[in-house]
């Protein structure tokens, strides 16, 4: 089989559902999961959580109808962000969608279009300070999205909210970005919570609790242990407790269960180290360039060591597409495999097509191989971007 390729493992993906879903009910029975479709946008995958009746989490008009496109209703959407589009906002809205409020402008639209029920939610400015250093960044600016509460734009927004839709069915939304996916994070997260709903005694429909876990990675932070500590504060509240918990976890689904498989083109010794040129590339698995190494595996296995530095490198013409180096490791040759573990989050959907074209995409269950993804071609790159040259 040709490299590069993902392969999608379906047994590991159907665990960490789950593992998920079972980790937030044993906790807290009204609860629902929801798939981040930024994280991985694959129609298949979105065919397949919607299989396991995951309901999508989209961040803008486009998600909104590729979640349809993929078998999702509209009641069946969360939509996020602070960008939606008048016409699809109010679509969300009037089509039962759930629709977490983030900008002044989607406040206005309310405004000029009252109705009678929708379910809606408040996307709260957590303060980072109420965080350690080490789990959040944007300590100094703060995080970007959301409705501050002290400076009294969360009450802002409660107010237009109930003032506009006779029966909100009213939310929080209260999604933080986390470097480290500490517990402690989702603790902070939930305890906010609690404090919004005591201090202007909100009686919610859902708290939506955001996404950011850990999921299918050994040692690491199991769902099970995330929702005992945020239900451990959620308890806490005066108010009532029979609201609807959401979590929308994206690569904690999608990300520990593909694999991108490629091979050495050529291996060139130079005075400093060995450079070993692939098929694949940083671009494949890591578009933001900020990975400093990822869990791996070579075809065949070989058991010489060289004690050369080996510094593997991609595709592209770039100097610094290096995806790692492996020091006194086994020697590898023209023709072996480097097979990328646990890369499925933000990687064959994010990556554009840049001197290469997107690559195949396999799905392995107990059926064996099936291709859900043709490597794009020329004349698919070129017509999709001269549609309106020369009047084609």
């Known amino acids: 089989m040709n490299t590069p390729f993902f392969l999608i493992r379906k047994d590991l993906l159907t665990e960490n ?83 977490n409020i983030d900008s002044e402008r989607e406040l206005q639209w309310l405004e000029q279009s009252p109705m009678s029920r929708a379910k809606v939610g408040i996307r709260v400015n957590v303060p980072t300070e109420l965080f350690l250093k080490d789990d959040i960044g944007y300590q100094e600016d703060g995080f970007r999205f959301g409705f501050d509460v002290e400076s009294g734009a969360f009450e802002h927004a409660l107010h237009v909210i109930c003032s506009a839709i006779d029966n909100p069915e009213l939310g929080l939304h209260l999604h933080c970005n986390s470097m480290t996916r500490n517990p402690e994070v989702y603790k902070t997260i939930a305890a906010y919570a609690v404090s919004l709903m005591d201090r202007f005694s909100l009686r919610i429909s859902f708290l939506d609790i955001g996404g950011g876990f850990f999921g299918g990675v050994p040692g690491k932070t199991k769902p099970a242990e995330y929702f005992s500590v945020i239900v451990e504060q959620l308890r806490q509240a005066n108010t009532r407790s029979d609201y609807q918990l959401i979590a929308e976890p994206g690569s904690a ?53 060289t004690e050369r530095r080996q510094v593997i490198c991609g595709y592209t013409c770039m100097d610094h597409d290096r995806l790692m180096v492996i020091e006194n490791g086994p020697a590898l040759h023209v023709g072996d ?10 990687s064959m959907t994010f990556g554009g097509p840049f001197i290469r074209n997107y690559p195949d995409v396999f799905v392995l269950d107990e059926n064996g191989m099936e291709k859900i993804r043709d490597r794009f071609s020329v004349d698919t790159y070129y017509k999709l971007h001269t549609c309106f040259l020369d009047g084609e």
């Open 17 to 99: 559902v789950r593992c998920f879903r079972k980790g937030m009910s044993d906790c807290w029975h009204n609860s629902r999961l929801a798939y981040s479709v930024k994280t991985n946008s694959l129609p298949w995958v979105l065919r397949y959580m919607k299989s396991q009746g995951l309901l999508a989490e989209v961040v803008s008009d486009e998600e909104y109808e590729l979640a349809l496109k993929c078998g999702f209703a509209d009641s069946e959407i969360i939509f996020n962000g602070p960008i939606k589009t008048e016409p699809w906002f109010l679509r969300a809205l009037r089509m039962d969608a759930w629709v």
């Open 337 to 346: 495999q480097i097979i990328y573990e646990r890369v499925g989050a933000y």
């Open 253 to 305: 689904l999608i990300g520990s269960t593909v694999e991108l498989h490629t091979s050495v083109l050529d291996i060139k010794d130079i005075e400093k180290s060995r450079i070993v040129t692939t098929d694949g590339s940083r671009i494949c698995i890591d578009p933001l360039w900020s990975k400093k190494g990822y869990t791996y595996r070579t075809q065949p296995i070989r058991t010489e060591k």
